[in-house]
């Protein structure tokens, strides 16, 4: 059998709100709002160029059960392209697009295979030999019990064999776990590739065959950080070579910044800036954290002199000059903690919080989970979930409800 080339991709969250960014200009809102859209745009792109043999979407195309048109609408068009190419594609639905969800449905090409709730194969004939592609789709938002063992055992030795799933390794309690499988269980099915979805950071789980969670195809927030993308894939006679192609339109990331030296305002605005132009030239656009680090004596007094909203604002007016985005998010100063010390009542509500169970979380948290609108675009609240707002909730208190001086 010759060389079968595909792309894998999943986790594309088309039409994600990007809640939480605040201060963007109205033209540097509309490029975050857009970033998901013009990234899978770019992936389109790059699939009509090459020409695959076929493209593979692992699940969560959309932000949630309730797709937005335009999201729809921009999918379509990606995929009339795709027809118009002559590439097939094969996608399932995750549990943020769930097959229970409610939208106004828009009639995708014939060149588009989706997998319905029901475990089933797929077989594509390509110039190289037939592909057997198994999968299955989300009937509802939370699959929790295991699917891998309704997913037959590869028996054609004449044809390829991939298996799509939309999950989680069983045991990593870093991430909402859905449709558990351990690797064991993937590699008993004798397939040639294991095309996953669900966790957004980019991972190689095996080698050989090759198991692998391409990330999500744009950051949308700090803990989406770095490059993000999707694979050009090639299998030919047991052997397999993975590209990983960029397509984030911006990138979340931290932006370094070394002070020593540093003694004035306008000697730490240029090192900020230069590092800025930095990273434009090598990633384009950015959501950013600065990190100010190795500041001597001199310069962390300086710094410890402004508020971090006024120096953040310089900052910000500073990148203005660049070609490309760089939006500062947040300011982290190396050697400085700020605020030294809590009001009381601060102190107080650090105190009450640090004894909160996640039954707490869940009794506080309740009115916003409930929320008919707002609930969509919120992930399941388990302890993961909840140490991680307790974090920010923190940071935010020491941040707000310090004493004057």
Request: a negative charge; charged letters at 25%; one cysteine or more.
């Amino acid at each position: 059998m010759g060389e079968i080339r595909f792309i894998h991709t999943a986790d594309l969250h088309l039409g994600s709100p990007f809640t939480g960014m605040r201060g963007l200009q109205p033209d540097q809102w509309k490029k975050l709002k857009d970033s998901t859209l013009d990234a899978f745009g770019r992936l389109i792109d790059y699939a009509v160029k090459e020409q695959p043999d076929f493209v593979l979407i692992a699940g969560d195309i959309y932000d949630g059960e309730d797709r937005s048109i335009r999201a729809q609408h921009r999918f379509q068009q990606g995929m009339q392209k795709l027809s118009e190419a002559g590439i097939p594609v094969v996608l399932s639905y995750g549990n943020h697009d769930h097959l229970s969800g409610k939208w106004t449905r828009f009639e995708l090409p014939e060149n588009v295979y989706a997998f319905d709730e029901a475990v089933s194969q797929i077989r594509l004939s390509t110039a190289n030999g037939d592909v057997v592609i198994t999968g299955f789709s989300y009937a509802q938002r939370h699959v929790k019990e295991p699917v891998i063992h309704q997913y037959p055992i590869a028996e054609e030795k004449d044809a390829v064999y991939i298996g799509m799933l939309h999950g989680s390794l069983e045991g990593d309690t870093a991430h909402a776990v859905y449709a558990p499988f351990t690797k064991q269980q993937l590699l008993s099915k004798n397939y040639d590739y294991w095309a996953l979805g669900h966790i957004h950071m980019r991972q190689l789980l095996h080698t050989d065959p090759p198991v692998i969670y391409p990330g999500n195809l744009q950051g949308r927030h700090k803990n989406e950080s770095g490059p993000k993308g999707f694979y050009d894939v090639r299998l030919s006679g047991g052997a397999s070579n993975l590209s990983f192609i960029p397509a984030s339109v911006l990138q979340f990331d931290e932006v370094m910044v070394d002070c020593s030296g540093i003694v004035h305002m306008n000697e730490l605005l240029d090192a900020c800036l230069a590092e800025a132009q930095e990273f434009t030239e090598q990633y384009g656009a950015g959501i950013v954290e600065v990190k100010l680090v190795n500041l001597n004596e001199e310069a962390q007094d300086m710094v410890k002199g402004i508020t971090e909203e006024e120096l953040m604002e310089t900052i910000r007016e500073s990148f203005s000059t660049l070609d490309d985005l760089v939006w500062v998010q947040s300011i982290a100063v190396d050697g400085i903690q700020t605020p030294a010390e809590l009001s009381p009542l601060g102190e107080e509500i650090m105190d009450r919080m640090a004894g909160w169970q996640l039954s707490d979380w869940k009794e506080v948290l309740k009115d916003l989970y409930r929320h008919p609108k707002g609930s969509r675009f919120l992930e399941a609240l388990d302890p993961l979930k909840a140490t991680e707002i307790q974090t920010a909730a923190a940071e935010k208190i020491r941040r707000g409800m310090h004493l004057e001086e």
